[in-house]
Protein backbone atom coordinates (compact mmCIF):
# COMPACT_ATOMS: atom_id res chain seq x y z
CA UNK A 1 0.00 0.00 0.00
CA UNK A 2 1.37 3.64 -0.97
CA UNK A 3 -0.20 6.87 -0.25
CA UNK A 4 0.94 9.59 -2.72
CA UNK A 5 0.03 13.43 -2.25
CA UNK A 6 1.42 15.80 -4.63
CA UNK A 7 2.93 19.02 -4.02
CA UNK A 8 4.08 22.79 -5.91
CA UNK A 9 1.25 23.55 -8.04
CA UNK A 10 0.31 27.04 -8.45
CA UNK A 11 0.43 29.95 -10.59
CA UNK A 12 2.86 31.13 -13.13
CA UNK A 13 3.18 32.99 -16.55
CA UNK A 14 3.71 31.55 -19.64
CA UNK A 15 7.16 30.56 -19.95
CA UNK A 16 8.21 29.85 -16.32
CA UNK A 17 8.89 27.26 -14.68
CA UNK A 18 7.23 24.90 -11.17
CA UNK A 19 8.39 21.90 -9.80
CA UNK A 20 6.15 19.36 -8.99
CA UNK A 21 7.00 17.18 -6.09
CA UNK A 22 4.76 13.83 -5.00
CA UNK A 23 5.79 12.67 -1.55
CA UNK A 24 5.29 9.11 -0.84
CA UNK A 25 4.17 6.90 2.22
CA UNK A 26 4.21 3.23 2.70
CA UNK A 27 6.56 0.55 1.93
CA UNK A 28 8.97 -0.21 -0.75
CA UNK A 29 8.48 3.08 -2.41
CA UNK A 30 11.66 2.03 -4.79
CA UNK A 31 9.82 -0.85 -6.19
CA UNK A 32 6.97 1.27 -7.68
CA UNK A 33 6.70 2.92 -11.22
CA UNK A 34 5.71 6.31 -10.77
CA UNK A 35 3.65 8.33 -13.52
CA UNK A 36 2.39 11.99 -13.76
CA UNK A 37 -0.85 12.51 -15.09
CA UNK A 38 -3.11 16.00 -15.99
CA UNK A 39 -6.64 16.60 -16.32
CA UNK A 40 -7.86 19.86 -17.82
CA UNK A 41 -11.52 20.62 -17.11
CA UNK A 42 -14.08 19.10 -19.35
CA UNK A 43 -10.88 16.58 -21.00
CA UNK A 44 -9.99 13.01 -20.10
CA UNK A 45 -6.44 11.96 -17.80
CA UNK A 46 -3.78 12.46 -19.86
CA UNK A 47 -0.55 10.86 -19.51
CA UNK A 48 2.36 13.29 -19.05
CA UNK A 49 5.78 11.17 -17.92
CA UNK A 50 6.46 7.74 -16.29
CA UNK A 51 10.18 6.72 -14.94
CA UNK A 52 11.33 3.18 -13.70
CA UNK A 53 11.90 2.14 -10.24
CA UNK A 54 15.64 2.98 -10.61
CA UNK A 55 15.15 6.00 -12.28
CA UNK A 56 17.07 4.91 -15.73
CA UNK A 57 14.53 4.83 -18.01
CA UNK A 58 11.72 7.87 -18.57
CA UNK A 59 8.98 8.22 -21.08
CA UNK A 60 7.38 11.29 -21.91
CA UNK A 61 4.69 12.27 -23.51
CA UNK A 62 5.29 14.56 -26.75
CA UNK A 63 3.27 17.39 -25.58
CA UNK A 64 6.02 17.98 -23.03
CA UNK A 65 9.39 16.51 -24.54
CA UNK A 66 11.90 18.59 -23.52
CA UNK A 67 9.98 21.03 -21.24
CA UNK A 68 9.25 18.71 -18.41
CA UNK A 69 11.79 16.30 -15.97
CA UNK A 70 10.69 13.24 -14.00
CA UNK A 71 12.78 12.21 -11.56
CA UNK A 72 13.04 10.48 -8.28
CA UNK A 73 14.68 10.32 -4.92
CA UNK A 74 13.57 6.72 -3.28
CA UNK A 75 15.74 7.83 -0.34
CA UNK A 76 13.42 10.18 0.26
CA UNK A 77 10.32 8.66 -1.28
CA UNK A 78 10.18 11.29 -3.20
CA UNK A 79 8.95 11.43 -7.49
CA UNK A 80 9.23 15.26 -9.13
CA UNK A 81 8.36 16.87 -12.06
CA UNK A 82 10.37 20.17 -13.52
CA UNK A 83 8.40 21.94 -15.70
CA UNK A 84 9.89 24.57 -17.65
CA UNK A 85 8.68 26.30 -20.71
CA UNK A 86 5.05 26.46 -19.43
CA UNK A 87 2.49 26.83 -22.01
CA UNK A 88 -0.88 28.13 -20.87
CA UNK A 89 -2.29 24.83 -22.47
CA UNK A 90 -0.55 22.76 -19.77
CA UNK A 91 -2.95 24.36 -17.01
CA UNK A 92 -4.59 21.13 -15.48
CA UNK A 93 -4.50 19.38 -12.38
CA UNK A 94 -1.54 17.17 -12.11
CA UNK A 95 -1.74 14.03 -9.99
CA UNK A 96 1.36 11.49 -8.87
CA UNK A 97 0.60 7.82 -9.49
CA UNK A 98 2.43 4.59 -8.45
CA UNK A 99 2.80 1.18 -10.24
CA UNK A 100 3.44 -2.30 -9.24
CA UNK A 101 4.98 -3.47 -12.25
CA UNK A 102 8.94 -3.42 -13.59
CA UNK A 103 7.31 -2.24 -17.30
CA UNK A 104 6.65 1.64 -17.36
CA UNK A 105 3.07 2.44 -19.09
CA UNK A 106 1.31 5.60 -20.26
CA UNK A 107 -2.24 3.93 -19.10
CA UNK A 108 -3.62 5.35 -16.14
CA UNK A 109 -5.85 2.19 -15.65
CA UNK A 110 -2.38 0.70 -15.22
CA UNK A 111 -1.34 2.76 -11.92
CA UNK A 112 -2.48 1.25 -8.52
CA UNK A 113 -2.21 4.05 -6.64
CA UNK A 114 -3.02 8.16 -6.96
CA UNK A 115 -2.37 10.97 -5.12
CA UNK A 116 -5.35 13.86 -4.84
CA UNK A 117 -3.99 15.80 -7.44
CA UNK A 118 -2.35 19.66 -7.65
CA UNK A 119 -3.44 22.32 -9.73
CA UNK A 120 -1.40 24.22 -11.98
CA UNK A 121 -2.33 27.10 -13.63
CA UNK A 122 -0.45 29.12 -16.87
CA UNK A 123 -1.32 32.48 -17.19
CA UNK A 124 -0.92 33.83 -21.15
Known amino acids: QVQLVESGGGLVQAGGSLRLSCAASGRNFGSYGMGWFRQAPGKERDFVAT????????VYADSVKGRFTISRDNAKNTAYLQMNSLKPEDTAVYYCAARSHLLLSTKNYEYDYWGPGTQVTVSS
Open 51 to 58: INWTGSRT
